[in-house]
């Protein structure tokens, strides 16, 4: 019920948007998110956005180079990343939960299948 994709490879220093589209229900009431996980390594949160938008949050790893977005009348959400690290390389996932967002994987109902971000040096 949610498609991410926009991953890829690029060198550091570049950028990406990825996107998660989401189907079969509206997600518009729905608190989402975006949490990698690096080969080896648990899931960790990456960044959240309240149902209205109003309200985003980032790790302190991304904060100030990641931009958390959501588009309820396409049912969507984005995220785009600048200043790619080679630390960021991971698969990324969109999430959905009802009420807000959540910094907890574990409090997530919905989840997309992962996009491949590799970042080279």
């Known amino acids: 019920q949610l498609q991410a994709s926009g991953g890829g490879l690029v060198q550091a220093g570049g950028s990406l948007r990825l996107s998660c589209v989401g189907s079969?229900?509206?997600?518009?009431?729905?608190?989402m998110g975006w949490f990698r996980q690096a080969p080896g390594k648990e899931r960790e949160f990456v960044a959240g956005i309240s149902w209205s938008g109003g309200n985003t949050y980032y790790a302190d790893s991304v904060k100030g180079r990641f931009t958390i977005s959501r588009d309820s009348a396409k049912n969507a959400l984005y995220l785009q990343m600048n200043s790619l690290k080679l630390e960021d390389t991971a698969n990324y996932y969109c999430a959905a939960r009802r009420g807000q967002g959540a910094t907890d994987p574990g409090a997530y109902d919905y989840w997309g299948q992962g996009t491949l971000v590799t970042v080279s040096s």
């Open positions: 079969g229900r509206t997600f518009a009431r729905y608190g």
